[in-house]
């Protein structure tokens, strides 16, 4: 059975992955079961938005896991997250069971019927596995004949997809996503409606800009809420000599919960990848055992977690199909999954999540190989900045620094990649990188130096971090008094990879910024004539040839 996915940037060809296995390791069967859960997904929203808003909006307990089930679901779709076929199914049972509940209630409320009642989202019926895997090949990105049309409903959609996990992480900590749940079932549902013209569909793409950054703000919030605000700190990349725990991923409950569990028992904790920026925050300081970061990006783990010799566990995306050498190690946790890797559980409501099983694992293995030594520095999210800020204007004023280039996103296998090292090398000593996510790999470690005490490189933190960017930018705007953004000698150098990219830099499009180099590659999702509003609109352009690329952001082109 065939696929057709060209979600992420490494879409084969830059057209898209339609064999039996995508470029991200995921086979077939489980990338169209995925097509299928979103389009039961937009199935059971047909109903669920019917229901009066008061209903929608409640803050019981119920309607909380109904937005739990929702962003979960969603976010499992996304790349590198979720590999396992029995989750897929197990997921579109349950979400069509949820929609004939839906079906029901808004009968037994008398509620007339919309248009979508009929849509075959909202009657399909599958009953064995063969009846999933027949119907998926007939409800992915391809049944849109338009090709305009279908490209602007997959930025809307993975937009969502981004949006999910950000709102999923803050849900988790408590923060309530009403409001940008309700807009993702919006924003699906439009989706299946052919009476949408290409230029209804480009206004809900700015609006799904706006939803991201409220996606963002609701994560930072929640956060910074729980655990402060990250601050100034050098991070230790070397190892010491006691059995250890990696953790991956961007979730911060699971970070604090595994601390306070491995406290007192002898075992380390290492962040690898998108888990480094834990090290910022003020409440895991005070963990003795809590090490630092250990290795680089996520695309290095088949590498890195070979030599880390200890325990493993992914929280969220990005998980590379592990290998026999090491997949006893790893566990997977929260929307997390692959098949024949042991998965930890949500806890019942009010009880902890259980990493006991990981610890006594650990206690068994080796430290770690240690594969470098030394510190790096980062912390430097829109508060620390804002307490730097008099030192850093009065930089700018006087000349010391001559331009932000802000270079966040996502890193990956492409070998395209060593563009934004070479960026980061070419750029004048006057300049300074504002980075988020796991991009900063290709630059962080570099020996770059600091204008006036000020690092070249300031590292906001994850990819959601890049709100903290955005909020430095405004603020600068603010300060120096300009009326537009792009008046700011702030240029964008962007690297993507997944959907909390594109998430991303639908906010950032929503705020108005203009002039954005993309790369490696332009998405193969984006048709000619979407490229085209886009430039028209945004000045969105490639990334290009590094000397010429670095010259024409000095001169704010």
């Not at 830059?14 to 470029?23: I, P």
């Not at 979508?116 to 992915?140: I, N, Q, R, Y």
């Not at 919006?186 to 209804?200: E, F, G, Q």
């Not at 993309?518 to 028209?536: D, H, I, Q, R, W």
């Amino acid at each position: 059975m065939g696929m057709f996915c060209y979600q992420c940037q490494e879409a084969i060809g830059n057209k898209g992955c339609a064999y039996a296995k995508g470029a991200c390791g995921k086979t077939a069967d489980v990338a169209n079961l995925q097509d299928l859960l979103l389009y039961s997904l937009k199935g059971m929203m047909i109903f669920r938005s019917k229901a009066p808003l008061e209903v929608r909006k409640c803050y019981a307990d119920v309607c909380n896991e109904m937005d739990r089930f929702i962003l979960e679901k969603v976010f499992s779709t996304i790349t590198n997250a979720n590999f396992d076929r029995a989750y897929f199914v197990k997921a579109i049972k349950e979400t069509i069971e949820m929609r004939e509940m839906g079906k029901q209630k808004t009968a037994e409320m008398n509620m007339p019927a919309g248009k979508f009642d009929t849509h075959d989202a909202a009657t399909f019926t599958v009953s064995t596995e063969a009846e999933m895997e027949a119907k998926a090949l007939s409800v992915g990105v391809l049944r849109t004949a338009d090709e305009d049309i279908r490209s602007l409903r997959e930025l809307i959609t993975l937009g969502v997809k981004g949006m999910a996990a950000y709102a999923d992480h803050a849900l988790r900590l408590g923060k309530e996503v009403k409001e940008i749940v309700m807009f993702m079932e919006k924003a699906l549902l439009a989706t299946i409606d052919d009476s949408l013209s290409v230029n209804d569909l480009i206004a809900l793409v700015m609006e799904t800009g706006k939803y991201s950054v409220d996606a963002m703000a609701a994560l930072d919030e929640a956060n910074t809420t729980a655990y402060g605000n990250p601050e100034i700190t050098e991070v230790n990349i070397g190892v010491r000599n006691n059995p250890a725990i990696l953790i991956s991923g961007h979730d911060l409950k699971d970070m604090e919960q595994l601390l306070k569990q491995t406290e007192g028992t002898g075992v380390d904790v290492y962040t690898h990848s998108e888990m480094l920026p834990a090290n910022y925050y003020p409440a895991f300081k005070k963990y003795n055992h809590f090490v630092g970061n250990y290795g680089n990006a996520w695309w290095k783990q088949d590498v890195e977690f070979e030599s880390f010799n200890g325990a493993i566990i992914l929280t969220t995306n990005c998980l590379v199909p592990p290998k026999e050498s090491y997949k006893n190690r790893v566990f997977t946790t929260n929307v997390v999954g692959f098949d024949g890797v042991k998965h930890i559980p949500d806890p019942q409501p009010g009880m902890p999540k259980d990493f006991s099983e990981v610890i006594r694992l650990a206690k068994t293995l080796p430290s770690p190989t240690e594969i470098e030594t030394g510190k790096i520095v980062g912390g430097f999210a829109h508060a620390q900045v804002f307490a730097l800020a008099d030192k850093v204007v009065e930089a700018v004023k006087s000349g010391a620094i001559k331009r932000f280039v802000v270079m966040g996103g996502c890193d990956g296998r492409h070998k395209e990649r060593n563009y934004f090292t070479q960026v980061a090398e070419e750029l004048p000593k006057d300049t300074i990188i504002l980075t988020a996510g796991c991009a900063k790999y290709r630059y962080n470690k570099l020996q770059l130096g600091d204008i006036g005490g000020i690092p070249r490189v300031l590292d906001a933190g994850q990819c959601n971090d890049s709100y903290s960017l955005a909020v430095i930018a405004l603020k600068l705007k603010e300060i120096f008094g300009v009326k537009d953004i792009n008046e700011l000698p702030i240029s964008f150098d962007i690297a993507w990879y997944e959907q909390k990219a594109v998430t991303v830099l639908l906010a950032l499009l929503f705020l108005g910024v203009k002039g954005i180099r993309l790369g490696p590659t332009l998405p193969a999702f984006l048709s000619p004539n979407v490229v085209k509003v886009l430039v028209e609109n945004f000045n969105i352009k490639p990334i290009g040839e590094v000397k010429a690329d670095v010259e024409a952001m000095m001169a704010g082109r």
